[in-house]
């Protein structure tokens, strides 16, 4: 039961959260049409083994969207921030 | 065998009867089923996994291996229990398991005869047969499925119940010895939050098998007594930590006394960011020929029996070690009276200690090992062999081997958590690396100290820091005599050289040394391989005495250290756990929440079957009489067409739209555009996923100057709103945009039918609701009996239809309303497949359309993207395969004969064979009142330009094979007139 | 060099079990081989064996971390099934299969493989045409497959719940010939036979890097010296990301964490296999006596091999409700497997962009029945430079291509439903 300090409610278990995945793949602008930048953003990962930062959604709390460095080796949690105050 | 008269922690005030095998088994309170069993003089009380060699008490703990029992009878039965483990209770039933027709005579020992042939990977090289296919193997496999498991499940229901709890604490103190004792104290006098988890019914841990009265029982008592001063701290018995899992979280059964009305047991998630291992250790068995027969235990165990249980094990004991430990077990034994002689590997052994043993009259060999256990039920005798090899193997008459090998930690929880422990050579144990940083921290035992004080000292410093820096854990408690506990001093020896006879290994695996031997010899070197091809730690004790032995004859093969040959992986649980604690009450009916629509409960008044929808219960159809579905939904889509009727899809997806950049929002997330679109008025939008696949469709009202209403598929609902929060929190946060679920705020329910707008217009009067002042796809906001409803004018089943939304308290009345008032134009409630029945003859996609693999081109639905603007997914949808002309595209079938299709039937040229993927698949089907044929929606390779097509619709699975003409989908008023109208 | 058989078995008793030949050598690496492939899980394993049997190239080794069938192979719930609708899928799986049905005399090692069935139950009559039509695309393409109504369910399966189920079960879709194997004698067996015919099985040997020379790849580091290859092909499902990073490639691949659970052994208690319709919930009872049961994704991605919590009670929930016998039953373990989850479910079986380096991985849930397969296609793939017509859709390119291959049509994320 990996543990998520939710920076509106606190230290809450990751039943509330639900994943989305790597944060550092970036959306395109919208009005690209190079395909292949799509392509990247869309299917390919580092998918690190160590850190890695990562969308949570705090689905049945704040609902806040949140960034997080989890490390994937051992789940350990080491930030957590709000998605919408993260630096992109 | 006997019980004593005096002594042990039973209460012989309170006598029990229990029943083993069908025979009375007396018993008192503080007893085990194992002591009772012991002290009732029974030495068989099992029989093995492969040989069904008999087998006897073999611990006094978790780690039994052979005391395995059948409780309980009927759905209560119980099967695997280890009878060291099961507290006595007056009306217990118990039974020996794996023995036909029972332990004492069963015929599957012949198995033990034929033993040489079951070497190691017997199973891998035969049964291979000399036929093709998997024939001869499954018709082997039969009879060694009926010879494995142990004990025969029921599959009755279980009358039992179970209950989960999840709680904090600051400090969980896992085992309840001196250790764990201590350093609960500590923390508790620091004023921490604690909890201190005991598996066992007392406090005490290796204490209780100290002779009563004595030093440590003293101390035991004191340090009792303040803890229960102390309120911060929270005692639990009978309460197992099973497992260490991420961040603070462990998780704990705790078994409760099965009164009535309580639950048998309740699972605990404990949360601790701090917690001290204080679980002790397992003694090691020594190998040697016959060591699994009744009467060979281990050493602690047998001073357990005596002292705690004050049964004694033997009368003529021969106390088997390599360490100074069980000496305090040879000297209790001969304290109680019977003829002991210790056989020690070693050749030096503590001056003090070999005096306290000759002082009791007791006889020590030095230098020597058991070869062999010999007795044909039970131990008569043991061969001693010197271990220079000087000289002849005595055989020594004895009715008692107690053995030990040494002392394995039991580090599982911290090896959960922390991977590989680390092997002490000097302690022949693996202890877990000292990690200072980690939260949970081993204390006592389990980290193979030297003596007593430094259980105690240790046990406190942990539980000290654990509750942090704060508060006052005064003094360290004095510590006590506790013998010769853990001394060191070990020797090498856990197997002499030259054992006669089968040498177990894991006892209940039936594991002999000579199949690690032979492991090693084909190459099975690597410690997994050497687990799983000889199955060495697989038993229900998971290798807690069989895993360091076997490790140490691969590595004495390998000539190499312990530590090189590194050790398996420690799993949870440390014990095997109940299923139904860890499901509580989440099971059956309750398994996963139940949605039900505002209007459920006059869908089941009125007698509707329900289907499934995700979560939701949906009314599928009304019965009348004793029609089925397809009589229902026929009747029911005929009748809507006829006049009209009433549907609830309040499960649509609801999610409202606000803010200044709502209209951009849409512009992005759907695929059409929305700056057009005044307040008002409706529009159908589909979104796609980002690789250009179709998500989702729905309607989406625009409600004000900066909101909108947006209406999503039931499915899809939850998933669209998260991924707009998404977005709208990262990508997009430049929008000034917010969006709330409404999903359980609105009741939705479609009014269908060519008579539903005289019905609403007697139910709105002071509304216009002709098709100048509303025409389709715009709304109006009104009252029903006085409850506030917004009308949406729109259709998905090509009648004049509306969406009627209110707030989810009013669905109800509403809906009550609008049946009433519809009485006369004939109103009926339709379900969800009548309902799809309706969409399928208007043509509109839904679910088995959008199966997340079509895009808007097969859909028939790729006008609606604009070129305009960029929207989700609008690069990718163009990928080349995407763009194909070979692609399936979304047809109508019209289906010839009188059985008509079923959805997920293939579609094939016609008079092509019925081979391969085919020309497409039927996605939805259904017989079309409005038509009175037979219809379905279906895609089909390049099906657009193939419209008049002959082909054929074959059901390979259900035999049915059917011709089909390929139509436009949009199968009923393909104009739009009867819902623009 | 001994055949296994009942009259070895008989034999070798006699002489004590003294005189059993190791079933693979522990070579030394030769300088140079013609194939290399990472990882000693059941795909590499079999692409070796294929190589030697099918292609004649023997002049290969198998490099692994750790010991042989250590990683997915050794840890999963060993259900071996073909019911696969989409093309591209249907007759790769049927193709392994197909193998599976005489692994076992092929290896001259008994991989246990039982074809006992496997009932997928069906909870609405949307699930029932959704199972149409995978069950007649199995149909038509040879593949048995039936479908159950809930009085065929209940004569078969009695012990499920009927009575007090949140998810009513209408009916099933099974496939006789799907069922279980002993997933270790699966490496051993692959292992032993490719042993035999001259590859090298080079355990305890983790690649570091790769060597090349120009824009080809002409061998591997390893922390126990360099080994140069002609070709190099990675078998490392679940660690693929990092390993193809090495490499200069980069994957639409995640690794995430999928648990499996085991009983205590009981007397015979279940036949067959059957899958949950209503989540992610598959049990099936070993030959040994324990009931083994499989669950969902842990939702993160991980390498940790170990799994949390609520996947442990979602799935002895999900195991209740199915079977309420089994709530007396004890769990006696459970463990995780890190699965490389592609982006669309399916596999990649393909040569590179990069020279010399040939790939196979994104197994998904679904690595281990399809091992005989993988090995077979992946090593033509190898051998000729060219797919076999069962893997051509497995591509790296695919992606790009709009030839994604999405049996569950869940779109590009490894952890949605």
Redesign the interface.
């Known amino acids: 039961?990996?543990?998520i300090h939710c920076p509106i409610c606190g230290q809450r278990?990751?039943?509330e959260f639900?994943?989305?995945?790597?944060?550092t793949v970036k959306?395109p602008d919208?009005?690209?049409?190079?395909?292949?930048l799509?392509?990247?953003?869309?299917?390919?990962?580092?998918?690190?083994?160590g850190w890695?930062r990562?969308?949570w959604?705090h689905?049945q709390g704040c609902?806040?969207?949140l960034v997080l460095e989890?490390n994937?080796?051992?789940?350990e949690?080491s930030a957590c921030h709000?998605?919408?105050e993260?630096s992109? | 065998m006997k019980r004593l008269t005096t002594g042990g922690r039973i209460n012989r005030d309170t006598p029990v009867t229990m029943c083993f095998d069908g025979r009375d088994l007396p018993g008192f309170e503080g007893d085990t089923l194992a002591s009772a069993l012991l002290a009732a003089g029974h030495k068989t009380v099992g029989r093995s996994f492969k040989y069904h060699r008999r087998r006897g008490v073999y611990s006094a703990g978790v780690e039994e291996p052979n005391a395995m029992v059948t409780l309980h009878e009927g759905a209560f039965r119980e099967p695997n229990t280890r009878a060291t483990c099961v507290e006595a209770q007056d009306g217990l039933v118990a039974a020996s398991q794996n023995a036909w027709p029972n332990i004492h005579l069963d015929i599957g020992a012949v198995n033990n005869l034929l033993s040489p042939f079951f070497s190691a990977g017997f199973y891998y090289k035969t049964f291979i047969g000399p036929f093709s296919g998997t024939g001869f193997w499954m018709w082997c496999e039969r009879f060694i499925r009926r010879a494995s498991g142990m004990g025969r499940a029921v599959h009755l229901p279980d009358p039992d119940t179970y209950e989960k709890v999840t709680t904090t604490c600051d400090v969980l103190v896992i085992g309840g010895g001196a250790a764990g004792l201590s350093a609960a104290l500590a923390a508790g006098r620091k004023g921490a939050r604690v909890i201190l988890a005991e598996q066992d019914t007392v406090l005490g841990g290796a204490i209780l098998s100290d002779p009563v009265g004595g030093e440590s029982d003293f101390w035991l008592k004191q340090i009792e007594l303040e803890l229960h001063t102390l309120p911060n701290i929270r005692i639990l018995t009978r309460a197992s930590v099973f497992g260490a899992y991420d961040s603070d979280t462990y998780g704990m059964v705790e078994h409760l006394s099965g009164c009535e009305g309580q639950p048998r047991q309740r699972y605990w998630q404990i949360h601790a960011p701090r917690a001290v291992m204080a679980t002790g250790a397992i003694e090691r068995p020594m190998v040697f020929g016959n060591n699994d027969l009744p009467g060979v235990m281990l050493a602690g165990a047998v001073r357990s029996y005596l002292n705690r249980f004050a049964v004694l094990a033997g009368q003529t004991a021969l106390v088997a070690t390599n360490n100074d430990s069980a000496y305090a077990t040879a000297i209790d034994l001969a304290s109680a009276g019977a003829g002991v002689t210790v056989v020690d590997t070693r050749t030096e052994v503590p001056q003090a200690l070999r005096e306290q043993a000759e002082t009791a009259g007791i006889r020590v060999l030095r230098g020597h090992a058991v070869i062999a256990a010999r007795g044909r039920k039970c131990v008569t005798s043991a061969l001693v062999a010197p271990l220079d090899q000087n000289g002849q193997p005595l055989q020594l008459a004895c009715d008692l081997i107690a053995a030990s090998a040494g002392w394995s930690p039991n580090v599982h929880l911290w090896s959960q958590l922390y991977k590989t422990p680390e092997y002490r050579p000097e302690s022949a144990c693996f202890i877990p690396r000292a990690l200072f940083e980690a939260h949970l921290q081993p204390a006592g035992l389990v980290t193979a100290p030297m003596e007593m004080a430094q259980i105690i000292t240790d046990g406190f410093a942990r539980g000290s820091e654990a509750a942090g820096p704060d508060g006052d854990a005064g003094t360290v408690p004095e510590s006590f005599d506790g013998g010769p506990l853990w001394s060191g001093n070990f020797g090498p020896v856990w197997c002499a050289p030259g054992v006669k006879g089968k040498a177990f290994v894991d006892l209940q695996h039936d594991v002999k040394l000579s199949d690690i031997d032979q492991a090693h010899l084909e190459g099975y070197v690597s410690v997994e391989h050497l687990k799983r091809y000889t199955t060495t730690g697989m038993a229900t004790d998971q290798g807690k005495l069989a895993n360091v032995n076997a490790l140490a004859r691969m590595a004495d093969l390998q000539e190499r250290e312990i530590a090189e040959a590194g050790t398996t992986t420690f799993r949870p649980p440390f014990t095997p756990v109940t299923i139904g604690a860890l499901v509580g009450q989440d099971h059956g009916a309750h398994v996963r929440p139940t949605r039900r629509t505002p209007i459920h409960d006059w869908h089941v008044a009125q007698g509707a079957a329900l289907a499934e929808a995700g979560l939701w219960k949906r009314a599928w159809y009304y019965p009348q009489g004793d029609e089925d579905v397809g009589a229902a939904y026929r009747r029911e889509a005929a009748h809507v067409r006829a006049h009209i009727g009433l549907v609830d899809v309040s499960t649509l997806g609801k999610i409202a739209v606000q803010g200044p950049d709502a209209a951009t929002f849409l512009n992005r997330v759907y695929t059409n555009g929305w700056k057009s679109l005044r307040p008002g008025r409706i529009r159908y939008g589909v979104m796609l996923r980002e690789d250009g696949i179709v998500l989702d469709d729905g309607a989406t009202a625009r409600l004000g100057e900066h909101e909108y209403f947006m209406t999503t598929t039931t499915a899809n609902a939850a998933k669209i709103l998260a991924d707009f929060e998404r977005r709208l929190q990262s990508d997009w946060r430049d929008l000034k945009v917010h969006v709330t679920s409404l999903t359980d705020q609105f009741a939705a329910m479609a009014l269908a039918g060519p008579k539903s707008r005289a019905l609403l217009q007697t139910l709105c009067p002071d509304v216009d609701l002709s098709p100048e002042a509303l025409p389709n796809n715009s709304f109006v906001e009104a009252t029903i009996a006085e409850h506030p409803v917004r009308l949406h004018r729109m259709s998905f089943s090509g009648e004049l239809a509306y969406e009627i939304y209110t707030p989810s308290g009013h669905g109800q009345p509403v809906w009550q309303a609008i049946m009433t008032a519809g009485a006369p134009h004939r109103i009926i409630a339709y379900g969800t497949e009548s309902m799809g029945t309706l969409r399928i003859e208007k043509g509109h996609v839904a679910g088995p359309e959008l199966d997340g693999r079509t895009t808007m081109e097969d859909l028939g639905l790729a006008g609606l993207a604009s070129s305009k603007k960029p929207f989700v997914g609008s690069v990718l949808r163009h990928r080349p395969l995407l763009q194909s002309e070979d692609r399936a595209q979304l047809v109508g079938l019209l289906v010839e004969g009188d059985e008509g299709a079923r959805g997920g039937s293939l579609i094939f040229a016609k008079g092509a064979a019925p081979e391969g993927h085919g020309e497409g698949w039927v996605t939805s089907a259904t017989y079309s009142p409005a038509l009175g044929k037979y219809i379905a929606m279906a895609f089909v390779k390049n099906g657009q330009a193939r419209l008049g097509e002959e082909v054929q619709i074959v059901n390979l699975l259900e035999n049915q094979t059917s011709s089909a003409r390929l139509i436009s989908h949009h199968f009923f008023d393909p104009e739009g007139e009867r819902q623009n109208g | 060099m001994s055949r296994y058989s009942a009259l070895s078995v008989f034999t070798n008793a006699l002489k004590g079990n003294k005189s059993w030949p190791r079933a693979w050598r522990d070579p030394e690496p030769k300088p140079e081989y013609d194939v290399l492939i990472v990882g000693a899980g059941g795909h590499g394993l079999a692409t070796a064996y294929y190589l030697a049997k099918e292609h004649g190239i023997t002049n290969v080794a198998v490099v692994e971390k750790g010991y042989l069938g250590g990683g997915n192979t050794g840890r999963n719930t060993t259900i071996v099934r073909s019911n696969y609708f989409l093309p591209g899928n249907t007759m790769f799986y049927e193709r392994s299969m197909k193998l599976w049905e005489n692994l076992s005399q092929d290896l001259n090692y008994n991989v246990m493989f039982s074809q006992r069935g496997q009932y997928n139950l069906l909870h609405s009559p949307g699930q029932i045409d959704a199972a149409r039509r995978r069950g007649n695309t199995m149909r038509a393409n040879g593949i048995d497959a039936e479908l159950l109504s809930r009085q065929q369910v209940q004569r078969d399966l009695p012990y499920l719940d009927y009575d007090n189920a949140r998810f009513p079960i209408h009916g099933a879709i099974l496939q006789r010939r799907a069922g279980t194997a002993r997933h270790d004698a699966v490496a051993w067996g692959y292992a032993r036979g490719a042993d035999r015919r001259g590859v090298d099985i080079l355990q305890k040997r983790e690649v570091t890097g790769f060597l090349f020379d120009g824009g080809k790849i002409t061998g591997v580091q390893t922390n126990r010296g360099d080994i140069r290859a002609k070709k190099v092909a990675l078998c490392v499902a679940g660690h693929s990301g990092h390993l193809a990073k090495m490499a200069g490639l980069r994957l639409p691949i995640e690794s995430h964490s999928l648990q499996a659970f085991v009983t205590e052994p009981y007397k015979p208690f279940i036949d067959t296999v059957v899958s949950y319709g209503a989540g992610h919930f598959y049990i099936s009872q070993s030959d040994k006596g324990g009931l083994v049961l499989g669950g969902d994704l842990d939702m993160y991605n991980s390498y940790a091999q170990r799994g949390g919590l609520p996947v442990v009670e979602h799935t002895l929930a999900a195991a209740k409700s199915l079977v309420p016998g089994v709530s007396r039953l004890k769990l006696l373990r459970h463990w995780a497997g890190v699965m490389d989850m592609s982006m669309d479910g399916s596999p990649i079986i393909t040569r590179t962009p990069v020279d010399g380096l040939y790939f196979n991985g994104g197994w998904c849930y679904g690595g281990f029945k399809t091992i005989p397969a993988s090995g077979y296609c992946f090593a033509w793939t190898i051998a000729k430079d060219e797919p076999h017509p069962d893997n051509a859709a497995y591509t790296l390119d695919r992606f790009a291509r709009g030839g994604t291959i999405d049996e569950k049509g869940a779109g590009p994320h490894p952890n949605q439903q």
């Open positions: 039961m990996i543990r278990s990751e039943t639900s994943y989305y995945g790597d944060a959306r919208e009005h690209e049409t190079d395909p292949a799509w392509v990247d953003y869309v299917f390919t990962r580092d998918n690190p083994r890695h990562e969308y959604h689905v609902r806040q969207w989890r994937t080796l051992t789940h949690v709000l998605a919408s993260a992109s």
